[in-house]
């Protein structure tokens, strides 16, 4: 399933530039930008595509503002494409993230609510900013809405998360039931604001703690009393103090993983002076740094190749998400017999694995505790379980990449994984398969939306869903249609005008392909397929990786977009095409669309 319950609307990527209409202390530590300019509002871009107006629907929209160096210019941002927007990646460490926090389309206008701090290119941007001056941004690029089939709200989050806090206090319609934690620097940082939901808001006053330090919201979490049905968690702040949050409210509470999103706002860094305050500016590191200009040493290459060559960075790395380690760090079990006790690993075992993260930077440790480094902080986050963790058996699958060297020589997939197919072995195993239906579901997150709009669906009358969360996918599209879920291996389809194939051919021979296509385009007249292709495998190593493991797992090449055009015309296809869907990343941002 989606990560978040919540429904997810997906945007094209629109560079705008606007200007500072008005500066603002909300306040003492919160400053308002309201920005306006032509740009927010429908018509042509330079480049002479269509520019959708700006909107922002979701309580925690986010902009990606493009920062200009203190009394400095940016370079050239970057190239404007239909629905997304090409980088300069020169650019790219001047982005800074804010969320709207409020949107007047009459007034064509929208502010941001800027948290000051000393060190931040952005706070600094913002505390000098006067009206006229300009400033580039991207977004939202997505929407969530609130989850209205839960029960409950629970919102916790530091001074950052406020302005979304805030804006859903104001959003929530009447009758929402819930309860919002905010720390706030000083007392006097506390708002009004007006809501109809039912909730308690609750403040907590920092005073001399530095900022993203101590437990308060945690501690504060813990208070709250959860009443009876279901529940929806949102949480934003120092990503290393909402750690434990995470935790407790997936691991303690059991809440479902799609009603709980704790998401880190900004990161203490590691070597923060008393005050939150980075040992550096940061602005300085955001000059880009130059090209080295000598040449590379033999010594450098070799460096290079022993960087390249390491197992122990992957292996450890998994292994430390599967157990769970840094959670735990974060939620205070910080000692080794903690840690035993916790992951249920002895002492005598774990202590090499705790030494091993500790080299890799993944753990810090001080006398008879540890505790958990930005990089080690990362590994709380739910995206790194579900990619990381050896129990999900979609990611141990995959280790079956190290047998490459045999199944490239033997043929066939790996020998560890026995000697049914990888469509036998899903087929046979609930579990596995629904990890790969997961998978899939995740992927088409960011594309769904848009899949309705596609001619080929939009204009049928009846339609035929098959492959990985097919489920999904049909009840997506539907809109009061019928949709077949024919299923992969059904000997024949009913009639449709258009079917849709997710991630159906990865794994299946020539000859099965064509079965499936023909079954098809025989009873329907068009076909939209979303599959893996090996095309970026060359100039991309996570593409790259996933063709070799595709491979390893399956024993089949991961096929490229030619050679499933191939197979399509084979099967009938009079006309194939391929279309970008959103913004055109991942693995499902290109769909095929053939007619027969
Ligand atoms: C989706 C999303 C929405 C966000 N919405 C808001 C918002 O509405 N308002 C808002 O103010 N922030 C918001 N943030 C957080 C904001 O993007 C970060 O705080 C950002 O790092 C600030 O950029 P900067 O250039 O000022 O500081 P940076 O140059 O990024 O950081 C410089 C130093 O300051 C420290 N630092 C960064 N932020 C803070 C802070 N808040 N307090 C103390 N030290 C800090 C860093 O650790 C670093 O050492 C949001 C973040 C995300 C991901």
Known sequence: MPRSSRPLQIFPIVM????????????????RITLTGEDLTEGVMGEGYHRPAFRSEGFDDHVK?????AGGELPRVGTQEETRFAWNPEVLGNTRDYTVRSWDPAANTFSIDVVRHDHGLAASWAFAARPGDRIHFAGPKSCARINTDADFHLLAGDETALPAIARWLEEAPEGTRGHVVVEVPTAEDRQQVGTRADVRVEWLVRGDAPAGTGTRLFDAVRRVELPEGRVYAWVAGEAMTIAPIRRYLRDERALPKEDVEVTGYWRRPKTATGDGRAPRDNAESLTPVAADEGEETSADLLAQLHEMTELAPPVITRVAVTLGVNPAV?????????????????????????????ALGLLERDGAHFRNTPLGAVLCEDSAHDDLSLDNPANREALAFVDLADVLRAGGHAARLGERTWRERRADDAVLDAAHQDRAAEELAYVLDLLPDLPAVRDARTLAVAGDGAAHVAEKIARGRTVHLPGTDAAAWPAHDCAVLVAALEGRTDDECHDLLRKALTSGSSLVLFERTSDKAAVDDHAAEHALTSLAVTGLPLRSSTGIDHLLREAGARTVERTMLGWGFGHFGTVTVAHV
């Open 65 to 69: 503002l493009v920062v200009p160096p």
């Open 16 to 31: 705008r530039h606007v200007e500072v209409a008005g500066v603002e202390d909300v306040t003492a530590n919160m400053r």
């Open 330 to 358: 974060a939620y205070g079990v910080t000692t080794l017999d903690g840690l035993a006790a916790d992951t249920g690993v002895p002492a005598a075992r774990l202590a090499p694995l705790l030494d091993g993260m500790t």
